[in-house]
């Protein structure tokens, strides 16, 4: 007696949730701190260049950080920016972003200063952009 009340009760729950439909055009999930593929695809037509993409999809990413960001660049500082990487290779800072095309991109992450630091040395106190590539 047990398992057919099991079983209409389990049909009961089942059916609506089985026969619910699907979005033809699924919601992209979207993380903070990375830029995914299909992200890029969807502005691949109106960026160039990833700047451009960055710049549209997660300006944070280029914002300046650190003390000297506060305005305490009276001391002659210059303002941290955070720094390109591509492939594991270090390119310069956030305008090497504009030197690369958006064709061969697969992902593009931010990294915090404090991971930066500890993966690739001194030099990234603004934090560092990681590029994929396909």
Known sequence: MRVPVFLAAFALIAVPVLAQDKPDNPKI???TNVISFEEIEAV?????DL???VQ???PQFLRPRGAASFGNNRSGNTVPVAQVVIDGVHRGDVQA???LSTQSVKEIRYMSA???TTRFGT???AGAIIVITR
């Open 56 to 58: 549209r999809l997660r």
């Open 114 to 116: 404090a991971d930066a």
């Open 51 to 53: 700047w451009t993409v």
């Open 123 to 125: 030099g990234f106190d």
């Open 97 to 99: 972003l504009r030197q």
């Open 29 to 31: 999930r979207r993380q």
């Open 44 to 48: 691949r037509d109106q960026a160039t």
